[in-house]
């Protein structure tokens, strides 16, 4: 057993004992053993994360949409190569609805992909998120996501978005920990949004059923921030918000808990934490988890209080999920709290001068300083007034928001400032993200589940086998999985119990037709459906309003005339070599006996054929079908199976001999035989009898009505970007138009092992400014980016 299939195992064992993210658990342990337990729930359980780089932020229909994949490791951010090898990558709109979608191969935590943007879609701003098999066992709160703007130059150009839209506002409280304790002194965080979720200004007090005026408060930073007061218990407390237009809004705040729990976190020392719990709830001991250290501290509560200090050298860099348990192992509260990082991949980049005229040669320099070799992509594309999101840099995804839920408003922001303001912020921050890894002990959940295993050896084709006259599952049922080709290719899967069954396809690639059927000599009433791999949850996150003027409509129509040139006149993308080796045989490898046909004499039947040319299979009828046998010459050379082989036209399986024995001998170029038993997964065959057309399509043959026939994208061939050379004076001279938005895109650039790298491309006809925009992480899982600009003048100049 390699030490790889060991270590996947290790996972799966574990992942029996604990949850991640928003799984819940409720243990069932006494005292003795409540530390042995909560242990258990540490982040043990194999977990991914996904972190996309796409070119660009801002696209027109008819685009292609270029992504790099960074498969990671939650605990670690090292990329992730022990399970899935397949991720998904999909194009949601507004309402929620997946418009495009695309399957990437994941190689060494690290993949390629590519989107046509159909000129279909309507102008607005749309989700790009991405996730794997195995994380679709957790909350999609915890899919990458990324907010994109497409717009359609052949719609009518809509209105100003400040004046279709109407802000409004939300404002939230959260008490540290979660429950707002009474009789206790309380920390409650804030966070007032509007109807974009963006962090707004006001001026708030907080009143008691007396309407008397406990405390004044405003925010610090993207209208988020935290005040202090003591509860009474039984008692309901709303806070008055002021806006600064005047516009003036009641919230109430959570109720007050008689025998809550509140919490309160602060740093102790440069290496503690100090965590303090107040209570009256008749609790003896308290213990908390250390999510990620898998830490597990334990502390008396005496006259109503807690406390336990953390070693902050057990704690990760980014967010730590520090849960509080009863003695009970019931979870009443948590906390989160952010760990800087020690360090990030210093990436220094430089162009060799900061204004190019058209199609001029740009040398780009890329620098680590030193650090061992890193991974990164590299986008070159031009920015203009049009709106667009501003894309997500790979270290505040990776140590920041994909642990949290919900929007963080410039999380850029939380990484670039320093001083106590900026750690005052982040902490804000933390308070208001609640609870995330367990739910509170009011709820009662099960043990969690994993529905959806890991796409380790290939892509999971799932489906359901059901009766078309009952409309019941029809169980322990073999299905059939082909897709036609030169070479034969076929799957058998067995359906469970409820008629569920799941191919494990490997080497088809793109999009290809694939027949999907029963044994249609034995099953006459079986119908096969097809599970979409694509999930339906979708996130609470809101999609942020686009924001368009009609001054701006000059921009599109340029960036509309940009696209079509660029279609019209570019070559189309240029498929990589294939990352599997294409079989030279059939899925049963070395036929036994094979004849082409075209070096025979032809004759006019198939049943001709197979009695003067195929010595190895003997042709019969019985009530009045024709049946093949096939010789048996390894057990007994001169006996016959008694039973008909698997037929196979293309690859595909046919289940009436009839059919096969009707066709047409001039559209078979070759015809292969196993002389043999057959195992193919939990089948065996008694032979196998394949036939090849010329082009690999079946040449007509008419399938059974009952065969479930469908186009069906499996992974994407990974494709080249073009980018054209203009290194000498007759191509730089070329009356072509070239009107790239895009100039350069390299999603594997790799340094050496000094940290260095340097890539050249060549400038367009558009002039403009161009953003250069590079992201990557090491193999350590240390991740950094770097961001640039640079001039082109235009022609005329």
Request: hydrophobic residues 35%; neutral net charge; glycine residues 6%.
């Amino acid at each position: 057993m390699t030490y790889k299939k060991q270590k996947i195992q290790s996972l799966f064992l574990l992942g029996g004992l604990c949850v991640f993210t928003s799984l819940a658990t409720k243990a069932q342990v006494t005292s003795v053993g409540t530390k042995a337990e909560l242990a258990a729930h540490s982040t043990k359980t194999y977990a991914e994360k996904i972190f996309v780089h796409s070119d660009r932020p801002l696209y027109v229909v008819g685009e292609t949409m270029w992504c790099k994949l960074y498969a990671l490791d939650v605990h670690s951010n090292r990329p992730a190569d022990v399970l899935s090898k397949i991720a998904y990558l999909e194009l949601l709109d507004a309402e929620g609805n997946s418009v495009v979608q695309a399957k990437v191969t994941l190689d060494q935590g690290h993949g390629n992909g590519s989107m046509l943007l159909p000129v279909s879609l309507p102008t607005g701003t749309y989700v790009l998120r991405s996730y794997t098999n195995w994380m679709k066992n957790f909350s999609p709160e915890f899919f990458f996501e990324s907010a994109l703007t497409i717009l359609n130059p052949f719609e009518q150009f809509p209105p100003s978005s400040p004046e279709r839209v109407q802000a409004s506002q939300d404002v939230q409280f959260f008490p540290e920990g979660g429950q707002l304790a009474g009789n206790v002194l309380n920390r409650i965080a804030f966070r007032a949004t509007d109807g974009q979720g963006k962090g707004i200004a006001f001026q708030g007090m907080l009143l008691n059923d007396a309407q008397d005026t406990l405390l004044r408060f405003e925010p610090r930073q993207f209208g988020i921030g935290s005040f202090e007061f003591t509860p009474t218990a039984n008692e309901t407390y709303r806070a008055v918000i002021r806006t600064a237009n005047g516009q003036t809004s009641t919230y109430s705040l959570p109720t007050v808990l008689p025998q809550g729990y509140a919490v309160q976190l602060k740093d102790s020392t440069s290496q503690w934490l100090r965590f303090r719990v107040l209570t009256k709830a008749p609790v003896a001991t308290l213990h908390l988890l250390a999510h990620h250290g898998a830490s597990v501290y334990s502390s008396e509560v005496r006259q109503g209080e807690a406390i336990f200090l953390l070693d902050k050298s057990t704690l990760r860099e980014g967010i730590n999920h520090l849960t509080l348990f009863d003695q009970n192992a019931r979870p009443v509260a948590e906390r989160l709290y952010f760990k800087p990082p020690a360090k990030t991949l210093p990436v220094r980049a430089a162009v060799n001068k900061n204004t190019f005229e058209s199609r001029e040669k740009v040398q780009l320099s890329v620098n680590t300083t030193g650090q061992s070799s890193a991974t990164m992509s590299v986008a070159v594309y031009l920015t203009d007034s049009l709106h667009h999101p501003q894309p997500q840099r790979i270290e505040s995804y990776l140590l920041l928001t994909s642990d949290l839920k919900g929007t963080v408003e410039s999380p850029d922001w939380y990484f670039e400032k320093t001083g106590p303001e900026a750690k005052e912020s982040l902490d804000h921050l933390m308070l208001t993200h609640g609870w995330s890894r367990f739910r509170p002990q009011a709820e009662d959940v099960s043990k969690p589940a994993f529905a959806h295993l890991p796409e380790y050896g290939g892509h999971f084709l799932e489906g359901k086998v059901t009766n078309t006259i009952s409309g019941q599952p029809e169980p322990y049922t073999n299905v059939y999985l082909a897709a036609p080709d030169t070479q034969a290719r076929l799957f058998v899967a067995q359906a469970d119990s409820v008629g569920a069954f799941r191919f494990e396809v490997k080497k088809l690639r793109d999009s290809k037709e694939i027949i999907l059927q029963t044994n249609l000599r034995e099953d006459s009433t079986h119908r096969i459906e097809l599970k979409s791999p694509y999930t339906d949850k979708r996130s609470m996150r809101p999609v942020p309003q686009l924001t368009l003027s009609t001054e701006q409509a000059a921009l599109l129509l340029n960036r509309s005339i940009n696209m079509q040139t660029l279609n019209a006149f570019a070559p189309a993308a240029v498929r990589k070599e294939e990352l599997f080796e294409k079989d030279s045989l059939g899925f049963y490898g070395k036929p036994d006996e094979k004849y082409f046909l075209d070096a025979y004499t032809r004759f006019p039947t198939m049943e001709e054929v197979m009695r003067e040319y195929v010595p190895g299979v003997f042709v019969r009828k019985r009530d009045k079908k024709f049946h093949f046998y096939v010789i048996d010459k390894i057990n007994q050379p001169s006996a016959l199976f008694t039973q008909d082989p698997l037929i196979l036209l293309d690859g595909v399986p046919i289940f009436d001999t009839d059919k096969i024995m009707e066709m047409d001998p001039l559209k078979i170029k070759k015809l292969e035989v196993i002389d043999a038993r057959y195992y193919l997964g939990h089948l065996s065959f008694s032979g196998i009898v394949s036939y090849s057309t010329y082009k690999g399509d079946m040449a007509g043959f008419p399938l059974d009505p009952r065969a479930l026939v469908l186009s069906y994208s499996f992974e994407q061939s990974p494709k080249e970007f073009y980018s054209p050379r203009y290194d000498s004076a007759l191509r730089k001279s070329s009356r072509l138009p070239d009107f790239r938005n895009l100039l350069f895109w390299a999603p594997t650039l790799t340094t050496d092992a000094q940290g260095k790298q340097q890539v050249e491309f060549f400038t367009s006809d558009q002039p403009g400014t161009y953003q250069v925009v590079i992201q990557g992480v090491t193999p350590e899982g240390v991740p950094g980016s770097q961001q640039l600009t640079f001039d082109v003048k235009p022609l005329n100049n």
